[in-house]
């Protein structure tokens, strides 16, 4: 990635196999011009997010809001856009509308999670396009782009089918770095430069996190910069912030008109922040811990030590590239590198440090992890490229280390911690269902909500952990959902059963003809959880 790394071709990739060299040097000349290499390269990372989430794309589960979508969007239209409008974000709610209104059932809303994770390998291919016109090799090109689909935050996107858009932005404002990166000079040059501007506003339009996805592209320019000076790259990175801060602005302003006039009603949660320094502070230790965390999660009761240990690995990571530059007398690259690795997390989490809410999740931080994990591939590479001739196969080595443990905690984080427990508790809304039938009174049924540590050992926010019945709206919609599908034919299923929802103990002076207590029923329950979880490493 830096200039030394893209020209290491000299020794080999495994030096302690005696390659021929005659036979080497046609395997890499074949490597680097042969196109099929590169489409096969294209093939596996869309493919990838797709295999890695399809044991949680497949499971039966809706996830919280999926319900309450399904319901709108097929008997209250322009609900969802109305809602979603009113936190400044019109086209997610265009986009969960149509998407939704082709959703009749539960079990379908696998094809929405199928096109989060779709959306993740759209997201690889085009990530690695970019990287590769950037001048990054191959191998590592791939493989940061395969690393951004399974971080924690690709993993919500990929499990939620409410969150399949999310993507949609991303690609959006990448698009619009490429397309400034690729026109050249004159009226052209200024054309992408506006085109970029409105690619960024119509992200921020979707979902405002995802698309500051264009800063992704700015920090892995970083390599190609080596070798300008200080005053030329700060011109040129105050250009690129200029294009995200004027989409944003073009985004503010357009629904500032429309909640002038009229069209859509602004919603109270949006107000900007009153406490900076508290702000920046909550910054540091909730959002910025969690995405340097490229493999694992936070927990609501407590920080695992496996979290602070990585992430003060990957923050030592990070500094001693600029350090190597400093060291090696080139000041000029190391406080640029410094300069963009302090002020792109900022800025690619300056949509939620400028809005008053604090609430760290991992949907939020898409962005601010994948800045972080190209700096974090940058250095590495920076740092094998001392170790001479046997840096490349170090190097490699991390990439396969690195690479199998994020296939092997995108497939469990998501399944286990999502999947799982929001399947299990629809099996016990859905036994319920079925002892309801027609008769002349409805059955009256009281819905105790479960506790709040779950069924897993890992609970963060709403998210990883979470279920979906502690909200005391969701049981009654997955089970009039659940009653749908039970009784396709009748237009009025809900007139054979009552249901309330509440806590232990039950409403003295009444009598149900079924209760469903979701404190017993969910902590029979198997504790899940990965690995590291705190519970998990003292048994």
């Known amino acids: 990635m830096s200039s030394n790394a893209n020209d290491r071709t000299t020794g080999s990739p495994f030096p302690i196999l005696p390659f021929p060299g005659n036979a080497l040097d046609r395997w890499r000349q074949a490597a680097r011009t042969a196109p099929w290499v590169t489409w096969?390269?294209?093939?596996?990372?869309?493919?990838?997010?797709?295999?890695?989430?399809?044991?949680?794309?497949?499971?039966?589960?809706?996830?919280?809001?999926?319900?309450?979508?399904?319901?709108e969007a097929h008997e209250q239209p322009g609900k969802i856009v109305a809602f979603t409008a009113s936190h400044a974000r019109p086209l997610y709610g265009v986009l969960l509308q149509q998407s939704f209104k082709r959703v009749g059932s539960i079990h379908e809303l696998q094809w929405l999670r199928f096109a989060g994770a779709a959306g993740l390998g759209l997201v690889a291919v085009m990530l690695f396009g970019l990287l590769r016109r950037l001048g990054w090799n191959r191998v590592t090109a791939a493989f940061t782009a395969a690393m951004v689909t399974l971080t924690p935050s690709a993993q919500v996107i990929a499990s939620w089918a409410t969150a399949w858009p999310y993507t949609v932005p991303a690609i959006l404002s990448l698009g619009g770095f490429m397309l400034t990166d690729r026109l050249g000079a004159g009226r052209w040059k200024e054309i992408g430069w506006v085109g970029a501007v409105l690619l960024v506003a119509l992200g921020a339009l979707s979902y405002q996190p995802s698309s500051l996805f264009y800063l992704v592209g700015v920090a892995a320019a970083l390599p190609s910069r080596r070798e300008w000076k200080l005053a030329r790259n700060l011109r040129w990175a105050g250009w690129h912030l200029t294009v995200v801060f004027l989409g944003l602005a073009v985004a503010f302003l357009t629904m500032k008109a429309l909640y002038a006039t009229g069209v859509f009603e602004a919603s109270k949660r949006l107000a900007f922040e009153h406490d900076p320094v508290g702000k920046f502070w909550w910054f540091l230790r909730e959002p910025l811990l969690n995405a340097i965390n490229v493999?694992?999660?936070?927990?609501?009761?407590?920080?695992?030590?496996?979290?602070?240990?990585?992430?003060?690995?990957?923050?030592?990571?990070?500094?001693?590239?600029?350090?190597?530059?400093?060291?090696?007398?080139?000041?000029?690259?190391?406080?640029?590198?410094?300069?963009?690795?302090?002020?792109?997390?900022?800025?690619?989490?300056?949509?939620?440090?400028?809005?008053?809410?604090?609430?760290?999740?991992?949907?939020?931080?898409?962005?601010?992890?994948?800045?972080?994990?190209?700096?974090?591939?940058l250095s590495w590479n920076r740092l094998c490229g001392l170790a001479g001739r046997q840096?490349?196969?170090?190097?490699?080595?991390?990439?396969?280390?690195?690479?199998?443990?994020?296939?092997?905690?995108?497939?469990?984080?998501?399944?286990?911690?999502?999947?799982?427990?929001?399947?299990?508790?629809?099996?016990?809304?859905?036994?319920?269902?079925?002892?309801?039938?027609?008769?002349?009174?409805?059955?009256?049924?009281?819905?105790?909500?479960?506790?709040?540590?779950?069924?897993?050992?890992?609970?963060?926010?709403?998210?990883?952990?979470?279920?979906?019945?502690?909200?005391?709206?969701?049981?009654?919609?997955?089970?009039?959902?659940?009653?749908?599908?039970?009784?396709?034919?009748?237009?009025?299923?809900?007139?054979?059963?009552?249901?309330?929802?509440?806590?232990?103990?039950?409403?003295?002076g009444e009598q149900f003809d079924l209760v469903i207590d979701m404190h017993k029923d969910m902590r029979e329950l198997h504790k899940l959880g990965p690995f590291y979880a705190e519970s998990h490493m003292e048994r």
């Open 40 to 71: 096969v390269l294209v093939l596996i990372l869309f493919a990838l997010p797709l295999a890695a989430y399809w044991n949680t794309t497949l499971h039966h589960f809706g996830f919280r809001d999926d319900y309450a979508n399904l319901s």
């Open 391 to 508: 840096g490349r196969f170090i190097e490699l080595a991390g990439y396969a280390v690195a690479m199998a443990m994020a296939i092997h905690l995108a497939r469990t984080h998501p399944y286990y911690l999502i999947a799982i427990p929001q399947g299990e508790e629809l099996q016990i809304l859905d036994a319920a269902a079925d002892r309801v039938a027609p008769r002349d009174r409805p059955v009256k049924i009281y819905f105790v909500q479960p506790p709040d540590d779950g069924p897993t050992e890992i609970r963060y926010h709403d998210e990883f952990g979470s279920l979906s019945t502690n909200a005391s709206w969701t049981p009654k919609e997955m089970f009039k959902h659940l009653m749908r599908e039970r009784f396709p034919d009748t237009p009025d299923h809900a007139r054979y059963y009552r249901l309330r929802t509440g806590f232990r103990p039950l409403p003295e």
């Open 295 to 377: 493999f694992f999660l936070n927990d609501n009761q407590g920080t695992p030590r496996a979290l602070y240990v990585a992430g003060a690995g990957a923050a030592a990571l990070l500094v001693a590239s600029p350090a190597v530059e400093w060291l090696k007398g080139n000041r000029q690259t190391a406080g640029f590198w410094l300069l963009l690795l302090l002020a792109l997390p900022i800025a690619a989490h300056g949509v939620n440090l400028v809005a008053a809410e604090r609430w760290a999740t991992y949907r939020t931080v898409f962005t601010l992890t994948s800045v972080l994990l190209v700096f974090l591939v």
